[in-house]
């Protein structure tokens, strides 16, 4: 395994029709959004006021997506979209149709975070549901058109569940933000481990809010799936600090260790993306970015995220493995335990 990030790799799939943009001269971030943002303009389907905060996968060539979408009657529900290019999306009118093992009808009251996640032949949706309180819904699904929902993995409250696209120890890894009922005033990244996905144990602390970086000072939550590169666990996730205005959510990148990703190795202290652009400062609410996929290619190290804008548009970023990866060693910044495995 190499440590240096001029020869870190994504260790995966190619994907060459993935979205992509080179970084604008003069740019000096280490992660540059795309020239035609948002990607999903307001009211983009009937009966749907704001799409964002949505999950994005290759299939069969083409692209799918779970997106968040805010009605007219402002309760969020979870649509299929379709895309050739994964920049413009055919989304549809109707609901994803979730039934339970039996095929019954089975539908979260809301629904609203997706993340989409493939492990082994099967693609996994996680989001934040009613049980009683916020909670984390899962649904698996095959083909994209039949969605089982299986039993909810963890108990009120708690959000931001994200799935390892591997297992881990030959179980399921996932990684979730316990929290409150309401816009949560603090929160930690955790992991938990499952073999079958309905039992869930083994519960670890992954990493602290805070530290240098205030735009974390708040609460943190996962972001897209970590994806595997040699060096680590690459995830990004959101970092949240709060102003006489408000909440700010930022985007932050963080290396896990590979066979023990309750263990942080790089954590950057600097966000990588914060909200600078008239569709990430102002919109139902401001001053938000929230990824929630990446789309990415083995075999050139390029990284496209799609995040939330403003908890109305979606807007589509890049990086390359090798700059985020060096960014974030640079900047890296040990946080209380968060290199330990997170027991106690
Ligand atoms: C969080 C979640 C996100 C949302 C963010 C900013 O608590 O509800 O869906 O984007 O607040 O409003």
Same mark, same amino acid.
Request: net charge neutral; hydrophobic share 25%; glycine share 12%.
């Given at each position: 395994m190499s440590e240096s990030p001029n020869q870190v790799k994504i260790i995966g799939a190619s994907l060459p029709n993935m979205p992509w943009e080179e970084k604008p001269?003069?740019?000096?971030?280490?992660v540059w959004r795309h020239?035609?943002?948002?990607?999903i303009a307001r009211?983009?389907?009937?009966?749907?006021a704001r799409i964002f905060n949505s999950a994005v996968a290759p299939y069969e060539g083409k692209f799918v997506g779970v997106f968040r979408a805010e009605t007219v009657n402002g309760r969020p529900h979870l649509h299929l979209g379709w895309s050739d290019d994964a920049l413009h999306w055919q989304i549809e009118?109707?609901?994803?149709?979730f039934v339970d093992e039996s095929g019954k009808s089975y539908m979260p009251l809301y629904a609203y975070d997706p993340r989409l996640v493939k492990v082994e032949d099967t693609y996994y949706i996680i989001w934040c549901t009613d049980?009683?309180?916020?909670s984390l819904g899962l649904a698996k699904t095959k083909d994209f058109k039949t969605f089982v929902r299986m039993e909810n993995?963890?108990?009120? @409250?708690?959000? &931001?569940g994200v799935l390892f696209p591997k297992k881990i120890h030959g179980n399921f890894a996932m990684l979730s933000r316990p929290s409150d009922?309401?816009?949560?005033?603090f929160g930690d990244i955790f992991l938990s481990e499952s073999p079958d996905l309905l039992y869930w144990g083994k519960h670890r602390h992954v990493m602290s809010k805070g530290g240098?970086?205030?735009?974390?000072a708040l609460k943190i939550g996962g972001g897209p799936a970590p994806i595997e590169t040699t060096i680590g666990w690459l995830m990004f996730y959101h970092g949240v600090t709060q102003t006489c205005n408000g909440y700010v959510y930022s985007m932050g990148s963080v290396i896990l260790d590979?066979?023990?990703?309750?263990?942080?190795k790089y954590r950057c202290q600097n966000y990588v993306l914060t909200p600078e652009e008239w569709y990430e400062e102002r919109? @139902?609410?401001? &001053?938000v970015i929230f990824p929630c996929a990446t789309l990415h290619d083995a075999d050139t190290g390029r990284i496209a995220i799609y995040y939330g804008a403003a908890d109305t548009y979606v807007g589509l970023a890049y990086t390359t493995v090798e700059e985020i990866v060096a960014y974030t060693i640079e900047h890296h910044e040990t946080l209380g335990d968060d290199a330990e495995l997170g027991r106690l």
């Open positions: 001269e003069g740019y000096r971030g280490p020239s035609a943002n948002p990607v009211n983009p389907v009937k009966g749907i009118e109707e609901r994803i149709p049980f009683y309180g916020a993995p963890f108990l009120p @409250f708690n959000r &931001n009922s309401g816009h949560t005033p240098h970086g205030w735009w974390q590979k066979d023990e990703p309750s263990k942080v919109g @139902f609410v401001d &001053n």
